[in-house]
């Protein structure tokens, strides 16, 4: 009988032996970047050049689908049913990555290119979400090769459009639920609260971009000789902007005032640790008052301005331009309406007497919130086997502070879902010099390979 170390020793040995940068390094090369159409090509040939063949060596049906939405990426979708009595995992990454930023990294690194520098490897992708995915599948894979069935039936989805708001994936959920039926999501995706000790959470926050616009003329106008007569579109989008928020960013709009943050919930995130050292420093003053850090990130709302311009701030002349604009995010949680947004905004932008700032909402970067019970018995029995492994206690937030589509998994699904994130907060996911740590990913192979057994072994949890 296999029994669960020597699975572990199994998803270590793999690591140790360089096989898994060496799978990881394959999947990095391929340029998958989704904010480009010139790389749309890319996404298919990530699914059939890498994502298909590993599952199809480990027993699973691949079938990839088109997107419904133009914009979009494909879909792969794998099955391996064993027994239709047994219960259903589903799992789910993202094979796109944003622009690779190529001549902004450090020493000039090729961001398609893995590279290794002590516990680091870098590489667009490593942290979000290639790694990731590739350590759960992985995990299966040393599941089967000691004990030659999952014990569990397992369904994959991979999206290739996350990084552009998961374009399509809802309809597509809508259009295959019977495809996409199971009893629990399990996924990985995002950062742990700190690097060296497992992180599970339940849901996200929601987010909402939108653009901020002051048009008043065509042009400029010298600001000598129109300064003082002419309104500056620049001067009034700032003082819109302190409307929506105090200097030390309270939110003064009261629909994103969230009424979620229950004594419940205060008491899940209670003596949770936000940042890590390898990160920047946490603000202290910054955010609402009365919160701790942690109820600030997971348990309440955030704006923040993504970009701001008026004029040419790379060579500024002496003239009044005719428009400023600034490009804004909510992230926000449960208990905020997500319809209501942006008529909220327009309702107190006019109550302030900005009739003139103008607001284009970005649909491409929405995601709603979502949360669940960390009572759930899926999420207890993962918490459990992770701390067995890892022998510390697991931090569990009831939602990250970023977004997901989680919504699709929870609410069109109807699944209960469980996220075990294996990269860390300084990881510069999104920015130049992304990397994973050796550490942490060696670490997430062991826990993975460890919680798909204890599930084999156990069966869903009561």
């Not at 572990?8 to 990095?28: N, Q, T």
Request: charged residues 25%; glycine residues 8%; aromatic residues 8%.
């Amino acid at each position: 009988m296999t029994s669960r170390n020597e699975v572990i020793k199994r998803a270590e040995a793999y690591f140790d032996s360089g096989e898994f940068l060496s799978d990881l390094a394959r999947l990095i090369a391929i340029p998958t970047e989704s904010q480009k159409p010139s790389q749309k090509h890319q996404l298919m040939r990530y699914l059939t050049q890498e994502v298909q063949p590993l599952l199809e060596q480990l027993g699973f049906e691949v079938r990839i689908f088109e997107n419904p939405v133009s914009t979009g990426g494909p879909f792969l979708v794998a099955e391996r049913i064993e027994d239709p009595d047994l219960p259903t995992i589903l799992t789910y990454g993202h094979g796109d990555v944003v622009r690779g930023q190529a001549g902004s990294w450090r020493d000039d690194l090729d961001p398609f290119v893995l590279k290794e520098d002590g516990e680091r490897v870098y590489g667009r992708g490593t942290a979000d979400n290639k790694c990731q995915h590739l350590i759960n599948l992985k995990a299966l894979e040393c599941l089967l090769q000691d004990k030659e069935k999952l014990g569990f039936n397992c369904k994959v989805i991979i999206e290739t459009s996350e990084e552009t708001g998961s374009a399509g994936l809802l309809e597509f959920f809508e259009d295959h639920q019977d495809l996409l039926s199971a009893d629990v999501l399990i996924a990985s995706d995002g950062p742990r609260l700190q690097a060296d000790t497992p992180t599970v959470f339940t849901g996200v926050r929601g987010a909402q971009t939108f653009t901020l616009q002051v048009k008043l003329r065509e042009g400029a106008n010298h600001s000598g000789n129109w300064g003082g007569l002419l309104a500056d579109p620049a001067i009034i989008l700032a003082h819109a902007i302190s409307s929506i928020v105090d200097e030390r960013g309270q939110i003064h709009i009261p629909a994103w005032r969230p009424d979620s943050l229950t004594p419940e919930i205060r008491e899940s995130l209670k003596g949770l640790p936000v940042g890590d050292a390898r990160g920047p420093e946490i603000s202290k003053d910054w955010g609402e008052k009365g919160l701790t850090p942690a109820e600030r990130a997971y348990g309440w709302n955030s704006f923040a301005v993504l970009a701001l311009k008026s004029g040419v701030p790379e060579a500024p002349v002496n003239a009044i331009d005719g428009v400023a604009f600034a490009t804004c995010q909510l992230r926000f949680v449960v208990g905020t309406d997500p319809d209501n947004i942006i008529p909220a905004l327009r309702e107190h932008l006019d109550a302030y007497g900005f009739k003139d700032v103008e607001i284009q909402q970005d649909e491409r970067c929405y995601f709603k919130a979502s949360r669940l019970s960390t009572k759930d018995p899926w999420v207890q029995m993962t918490v459990a086997s992770l701390e067995r492994t890892s022998g510390k206690k697991v931090h569990l937030l009831p939602n990250l502070a970023g977004s997901l589509p989680n919504e699709c998994f929870a609410d069109t699904l109807g699944l209960p879902t469980v996220w075990v994130p294996h990269s860390y907060a300084g990881c510069s996911q999104h920015a130049p010099n992304e990397h994973i740590l050796k550490p942490v990913a060696r670490d997430a192979l062991r826990n993975m390979a460890a919680l798909f057994w204890d599930i084999s072994e156990n069966g869903a949890p009561v």
